[in-house]
């Protein structure tokens, strides 16, 4: 059976339940800790550190209480999802397979690849993550992308309005041909002129700032919009990269592409800022435009 991430809670938060899945559910807890802003949380046989390590402010609690503490807490962000990231192709398989039946469609004739598909995407999630907590990123939407564009060709985003984050100066002047970006105090520094770009990358280069994805969701758009055929919404609506090749936002459409077609190229603005001022200037971006952040 297909377990969601509150389903999973509820089990734990059962005391009497003593046979568990020790190491998926140690894991699954630490993820759910990190995503709700306790990011050094820690997870090990059963035994939760909410600070990394036990302290007299913070001690060791059990699995079970911080279960219920969570369901209790926060119940919006436990709703009924699929972590794609921790859950396993076997139950992932069953999911799919479920939803596309029930409009009358077959999962292996949607993504014949389905299977090295999905542990390709759980492979980059491993490997690249940050792990950010949902709550500290940016959240630039498509319809967002005309106006995030029109604010740096027009001038500077103040990265210290209050309620934003700390950071230089973005500036972004466009000729014919090309596209700049410079970063300094106000006024600019010609000196730290970058080159920028809008380029078409392949699914498979670009990384993944955040593990969580909830796989219900991506099935749900693919069977809501279709396919992510060259020319469709999803790979021609522009998400923006970093000079590592992180994502900044569309997270949910870019695992879309992983799952159809790994090679499919999607359209990027190639901002090559590294990745920690890049989440600051979306960050500044986000506070700018009123948009509330994921939870």
Known sequence: MSETIQEALERIGDARDLIREEWADDQMMERVLKSLGFVHARVASGVVYLEGKGTVCSPPLDIHSVARMILSQYPVQTRKTLDASITPLSVAREYAHKKFKEYNLN???????????????QHLCKQYALNIPRAEMPVIEPKDMYDFETKLEGGYIDLLRKGTY???YLKEVRSRKRGYVYIGERGGDPSKVIETQ??????KDLKPLQSQIW???????IIQYGLPLPGSHTVNTTIIKSKENYILDGHHRWAQVILYNPRLTMKVLDVPLNIDTLLKVGRSYTAYVGNAPNR
């Open 215 to 221: 796989f219900n969701l991506v099935i749900q758009y």
């Open 166 to 168: 700390s950071s230089p």
């Open 107 to 121: 999962l292996y004739s949607i993504l014949p690849s389905f299977d090295q598909n999905y542990q390709l995407l």
């Open 198 to 203: 809008v380029l078409r990358v392949p699914a």
